[in-house]
C-alpha cells in the first residue's frame, strides 16, 4: 500500500512503532480528507484514543494550513497526538524550519535517523537561531549572529540581519541582509517576498518594477554567480 495509493482512498492507517502512520493522498480535496478522517475516529475512537498518530505527506504537497487542521481536529475527534509529519526528500532544509514552528518533529524520506530531520541543533559553541514571534513592523531593525526566523510578516520600513539564513514565515516586504559575515551560501526564505532590498554577503539586489505572481508555497532567494535568484515553489 506504501507504493500505491487508490486514487478514491482519502488516507490509510497503519500500525507504526511509535503509533499510528496516516498515510494520505495527495489528490483529495482537504474538505473530503477531513471528513473521512472524523468518520472514521469517531467510529473507533475507542481504539484511538490518547494515541500518538504520525502524518505522512510524502504523497501529498506540503501545507502548514492542512496540517494545523488535520492536528486539530485528531485531537477533538479522539484525543490524539500528531507527534511526527514525514515529507519526501526535496526541500529539506525549509521543511525543517517549518517543523519547529508547527511544533512537530518533521522527518525526511531517504534519512537514516529521523531525528536528523528534527529542527536542526547549532554545533558546540554557535549561536541559535534568533526566533522573532511577531510581524516586523516599519522602523524595526533585528540582527541575529546566526539564523534568523520571523513568524510573521516584514513590513517595508522594517529591517532583518542574519549571520546566516533568514526564514520569514509570511510575506518580506522589507530590507533583508542574510549572510551579513560574508557567507554567500546564505538563503532568505520566505512565503512570499516583495521586498524594498535584498542582500546577501556582498551581493545586492532590488525588486522588479510591478507585481509577481504568489508561489504556491515558499520563495528562496540565493546568489547565484554574482546576482541574487529568487525561485518560486
Not at 500500500?1 to 482512498?9: N, P, S
Not at 473521512?36 to 498518530?53: D, P, V
Not at 510578516?153 to 516586504?173: H, K, M, Q
Request: net charge neutral; charged share 25%; glycine share 8%.
Amino acid at each position: 500500500m506504501l507504493g500505491r495509493m487508490r486514487d478514491t482512498l482519502p488516507f490509510v492507517i497503519k500500525a507504526d512503532r511509535e503509533g499510528f502512520l496516516l498515510i494520505v493522498n495527495g489528490e483529495i480535496p482537504l474538505p473530503d480528507l477531513l471528513e473521512a478522517l472524523r468518520t472514521k475516529l469517531e467510529e473507533s475512537k475507542a481504539f484511538f484514543q490518547n494515541s500518538r498518530m504520525i502524518l505522512d505527506l510524502r504523497r501529498r504537497t506540503f501545507d502548514p494550513d492542512e496540517i494545523h487542521a488535520v492536528r486539530a481536529l485528531l485531537e477533538q475527534a479522539a484525543g490524539v497526538e500528531l507527534a511526527e509529519v514525514r515529507l519526501g526528500s526535496s526541500n529539506g532544509a525549509f521543511f525543517r524550519w517549518a517543523g519547529a514552528v508547527l511544533g512537530v518533529k518533521v522527518s525526511l524520506e531517504g534519512e537514516r535517523e529521523r531525528a536528523a530531520a528534527a529542527p536542526q541543533e547549532p554545533p558546540p559553541g554557535a549561536e541559535p537561531p534568533l526566533v522573532v514571534r511577531q510581524t516586523c513592523r516599519s522602523g524595526t531593525r533585528i540582527e541575529s549572529p546566526a539564523e534568523l526566523v520571523i513568524l510573521g510578516d516584514v513590513n517595508p520600513g522594517a529591517e532583518i540581519i542574519a549571520a546566516g539564513d533568514i526564514v520569514v514565515f509570511g510575506t518580506l516586504r522589507g530590507v533583508a541582509h542574510a549572510g551579513a559575515e560574508g557567507d554567500r551560501s546564505a538563503k532568505i526564505w520566505a512565503l512570499h517576498i516583495e521586498p524594498q532590498q535584498l542582500r546577501i554577503a556582498d551581493v545586492v539586489a532590488l525588486p522588479p518594477r510591478g507585481r509577481k505572481p504568489k508561489p504556491k508555497r515558499y520563495e528562496v532567494a540565493e546568489v547565484k554567480g554574482d546576482l541574487i535568484q529568487v525561485v518560486s515553489y
